[in-house]
T-cell receptor
Framework: QKEVEQDPGPLSVPEGAIVSLNCTYS??????FMWYRQYSRKGPELLMY????GNKEDGRFTAQVDKSSKYISLFIRDSQPSDSATYLC???????????FGSGTRLLVRP | EAGVTQFPSHSVIEKGQTVTLRCDPI?????LYWYRRVMGKEIKFLLH????????ESGMPNNRFLAERTGGTYSTLKVQPAELEDSGVYFC??????????FGPGTRLTVL
């Protein structure tokens, strides 16, 4: 069983929609949670970084962490075609630098 | 400020050959990481350097892989001899402290 599960998609939405991306995990020791965006043939780019449970907002992006359910989410408001990319969740334990990634969700925002 | 750079961007080699990948981290970043993504799988950790020392190499798949970071600056990852299952995208990342890891564009390795 994978430590981090993520639906690969693709997820196709119209421009302006609210997008919800999710990951579940099995290791309760994870304390740091990240969302990366990856465009085709590029490296992952950090979008959001959250410690422990709670919400964090940055512009059109909101990250939520529910440690009791081992579930994290990324919401994108007013989605744009430029948001079309693969979104990767990643997490790590307090005592390790090693990032554990989900497999990524492909998002397509249609004009 | 320049980001993490990797060279080459793409390498095609035959099984049994040797390939060396290079990573230049962001200037001043003591922490350097190697990850790889094989087709259809998630990105997986290979190893972590702090300056020139290997802090964690638990993700290295076998002894055909050798990573070095001479002088605590750039790093190389050598695969010798390459096997078909080594094909994938190899990412390098660097960080100043424990938080944000900045990724390079990756090297796409194809072993024929």
């Amino acid at each position: 069983q994978k430590e981090v599960e993520q639906d690969p998609g693709p997820l196709s939405v119209p421009e302006g929609a609210i997008v919800s991306l999710n990951c579940t995990y099995s290791n309760s020791a994870f304390q740091y949670f990240m969302w990366y965006r990856q465009y085709s043939r590029k490296g992952p780019e950090l979008l959001m970084y959250t410690y422990s449970s709670g919400n964090k907002e940055d512009g059109r992006f909101t990250a939520q962490v529910d440690k009791s359910s081992k579930y994290i989410s990324l919401f994108i408001r007013d989605s744009q075609p430029s948001d079309s990319a693969t979104y990767l969740c990643a997490m790590r334990r307090d005592s390790s630098y090693k990032l554990i990634f989900g497999s990524g969700t492909r998002l397509l925002v249609r004009p | 400020e320049a980001g993490v750079t990797q060279f080459p961007s793409h390498s095609v080699i035959e099984k049994g050959q040797t390939v060396t990948l290079r990573c230049d981290p962001i200037s001043g970043h003591d922490n350097l990481y190697w990850y790889r993504r094989v087709m259809g799988k998630e990105i997986k950790f290979l190893l972590h350097f702090v300056k020139e020392s290997k802090q964690d190499e638990s993700g290295m798949p076998n002894n055909r892989f050798l990573a070095e970071r001479t002088g605590g600056t750039y790093s190389t990852l050598k695969v010798q001899p390459a096997e078909l299952e080594d094909s994938g995208v190899y990412f390098c990342a660097s960080s100043l402290h424990t938080d944000t890891q900045y990724f390079g564009p990756g090297t796409r390795l194809t072993v024929l």
